[in-house]
């Protein structure tokens, strides 16, 4: 399967404890989105990455939140000390060129009780 | 605030006719569109894209038109099948500032056999 894989698909927390969430790109792709849909909303642009590089993270909470995309390995969502309010579908999506059209991988589903 | 909204939450058509998903944007910065469709569970996937240098582009059963001056997008499916149903996002990138999608609430489309 050549395309973006996530996991784990399903991942529940208790309040206070950690998320990691894990993203391997397309093969060949070095360019990682993260997004976050909320129930009932649209998807929220978090955080961009290129290999071992934040380019843009203007949509990441300022507290908790972070991400990495090292040289080897999937890139890591991490959520620290997690809230009821951090249940949601986060998905990862990479691009060949980091330029327009993304493709998206079948998220994780973060559930905080 | 909403920079991409589609107004409708939901559309049913029946089998063999068109489908209209419409899209609008207030970001005058925006210069290439895209639409995914998603099923349930599952990452978006993607359809068509157009540039904001041209007003239409087609791919197979799949037009896209856009109205730069109105700053409205349309998706036109046709001949809509039933496996068609499914929740249509649009989604807008501003590429002088960076390649981050933002995304419209999205449009459930049911079509009936």
């Known amino acids: 399967n050549a395309g973006v894989m996530q996991n784990p698909r399903h991942l529940v927390r208790r309040r206070g404890q950690e998320a990691r969430l894990r993203c391997s790109p397309m093969?060949?792709?070095?360019?990682v989105y993260w997004y976050r849909q909320l129930p009932e909303e649209g998807l929220k642009f978090m955080v961009y990455?290129?290999?071992?590089?934040?380019?843009?993270e203007s949509g990441m909470p300022k507290e908790r939140f972070s991400a990495e995309f090292p040289k080897e390995g999937p890139s890591i969502l991490r959520i620290q000390q997690v809230v009821r309010g951090d249940s949601a579908a986060y998905f990862c999506?990479?691009?060949?060129?980091?330029?327009?059209?993304?493709?998206f991988g079948p998220g994780t589903r973060l559930t905080v009780l | 605030d909403q920079q991409v909204k589609q107004n409708s939450p939901s559309l049913s058509v029946q089998e063999g006719r068109i489908s209209i998903l419409n899209c609008d944007y207030t970001?005058?910065?925006?210069?290439?569109f895209l639409w995914y469709k998603k099923y349930p569970a599952e990452g978006p996937t993607f359809l068509i894209s157009?540039?904001?240098?041209?007003d239409k582009n087609e791919d197979g059963r799949f037009t896209v038109f856009l109205n730069k001056s109105a700053k409205h997008l349309s998706l036109h499916i046709v001949p809509s099948q039933p496996g068609d149903s499914a929740v249509y996002f649009c989604?807008?990138?501003?590429?002088?500032?960076?390649?981050?999608?933002?995304f419209g609430e999205g449009t459930q489309l049911t079509v009936n056999p």
């Open positions: 999506a990479s691009s060949l060129t980091g330029i327009r059209e993304q493709f």
């Open positions: 989604a807008a990138i501003e590429e002088t500032s960076g390649s981050r999608l933002t």
């Open positions: 093969k060949g792709h070095s360019h």
């Open positions: 970001n005058s910065m925006f210069d290439y």
């Open positions: 990455l290129q290999k071992e590089n934040i380019i843009d």
């Open positions: 157009i540039s904001s240098i041209k």
